[in-house]
């Protein structure tokens, strides 16, 4: 199998912005019946009313609102009842190794067992089909922020947007045959907050749009493997913890979680010494992951947890994508230690339930394939000690050689996704192989 080299690049700041002002509804309400098409509730919609026309306004029309990237609400008595269930595409832009691109929107559940939509991207590669199908692999991307306007499906397929270069690293998987599926997560680019760090959550949109896809095209096949980095690391191990039983008729192989994030009650206890030089940008990110840990819970109530230095940049997670709001955090000059209230965990119910949710959203989870764990030794964003720890907490509660861990000298948060190339692609050939 040969791979192209990768370039990283960060998010560009202000981007999100000026694409948010050039895409919305009304490009979508008014696209082509080439460019839309839509899934089992068009096809209800189709049968209800008898004609394709009638079918595409019922449709539209009920995808009109107010919220959400994508411009609208589905009515809950409209959102399928199964899982995993298409219900509208669009072309999208492809990548240059991209046959085909579709943004999508699929039915999942909230925490609370909600029925939801979520949105998400699906590309098909330009290679010759194998037998079978091509191979799919559900990616679970890290830390863009909690707003709307951070939806990966928005610029996925333009590399020198996406977090930490791994639009390239999708890139090549399409390159090498791969379909890539990728899902934004429950309340990212739709309607509500996203529950940010909340694995049960990620877990199910990462799985949900499998079959989604699947139902697009036929080309896919049941074979799948669960990747993600950062954010989406932790993510992709709660959907391998979930695989066979929410994920259940798919055969979920094996799973690649880059860097993954883990351990947050044990950095949250532990604050005071991330400050220093780098402590602001932490900031930006304690402060997402207590608004995610909120999302989780409705009955913690975050001023019985956070300090007035924190709540000032609170309201700032639902409207600024995570390089923004990590600016303004950093202009600020907010150190770590600032952000906590003393004896946070102890001196209210707010405060225990906060320190539970911390703890449940730990990876330290059961799976059912095999699972490999990239790990910069330079990464100061999810610090080795940090995946260290977990380690030994997911071989706790699975069986003996299912967890490999392999450390990369020199890589960082970035880095860790060109460094582990070769080692990935050795891991998912294996888990391919007849």
């Known amino acids: 199998m040969s791979h192209r080299s990768l370039n990283f690049r960060t998010i560009t700041t202000g981007l999100v912005a000026s694409l948010a002002a050039v895409v919305g509804f009304a490009a979508l309400a008014s696209a082509s019946h080439a460019q839309v098409t839509a899934g089992s509730y068009f096809q209800s919609q189709l049968k209800a009313k008898g004609s394709k026309k009638a079918a595409e306004k019922a449709t539209m029309a ?110 090549d998987w399409l390159a090498n045959g791969y379909a890539v599926v990728a899902t934004d997560y429950e309340g990212l680019g739709t309607p509500d907050i996203h529950p940010y760090l909340i694995g049960v959550s990620e877990g199910r949109g990462a799985l949900d749009i499998v079959p989604a896809a699947r139902e697009l095209s036929t080309k896919l096949s049941k074979r799948t493997v669960l990747a993600g980095h950062s954010q989406g690391g932790q993510a992709i191990l709660f959907a391998a913890s979930l695989a066979s039983t929410w994920g259940k008729g798919t055969n979920y192989l094996g799973t690649v979680a880059y860097a993954p994030a883990s351990n947050f009650e044990f950095q949250a206890q532990n604050i005071g010494a991330l400050d220093g030089p780098g402590g602001p940008g932490i900031s930006a990110l304690a402060i997402s992951i207590g608004r995610g840990m909120v999302a989780g819970n409705s009955s913690i109530k975050p001023l019985d947890v956070f300090t007035a230095d924190a709540m000032a940049f609170y309201p700032d997670t639902e409207t600024l994508c995570y390089s923004d709001l990590a600016t303004k955090v950093v202009a600020a000059g907010l150190q770590p230690s600032r952000l906590l209230k003393p004896n946070w965990a102890n001196g209210t119910s707010s405060g225990r339930l906060f320190q539970q949710e911390l703890i449940k959203q730990n990876p330290a989870v059961k799976v059912s394939a095999p699972v490999l764990i990239p790990q910069g030794t330079a990464d100061t964003t999810v610090f080795p000690l940090i995946t260290d720890r977990l380690l030994p907490q997911l071989e706790a509660v699975n069986a003996p050689g299912e967890i490999t861990y392999q450390k990369f000298t020199g890589a960082d948060h970035g880095s860790i996704l060109t460094q582990s190339k070769a080692e990935v692609y050795a891991f998912i050939d294996g888990l391919l192989a007849p």
Do not use: Q
């Open 62 to 171: 009920a995808m009109k609102g107010e919220k959400g990237f994508y411009g609208f609400k589905l009515k809950a008595k409209d959102i399928p009842a199964k899982h995993g269930t298409l219900i509208w595409t669009k072309k999208g832009k492809n990548r240059p190794e991209a046959k085909s691109t579709h943004l999508v929107l699929y039915s999942s559940r909230s925490i609370s067992g909600k029925k939801i939509v979520v949105s998400g991207t699906v590309m098909i590669p330009k290679t010759p089909m194998p037998r079978g199908g091509y191979p799919v692999i559900s990616w679970a991307h890290g830390t863009v922020g909690l707003a709307d306007p951070c939806a990966p499906s928005k610029f996925l397929n333009r590399t020198e947007d996406f977090d930490y270069g791994s639009g390239e690293l999708i890139g």
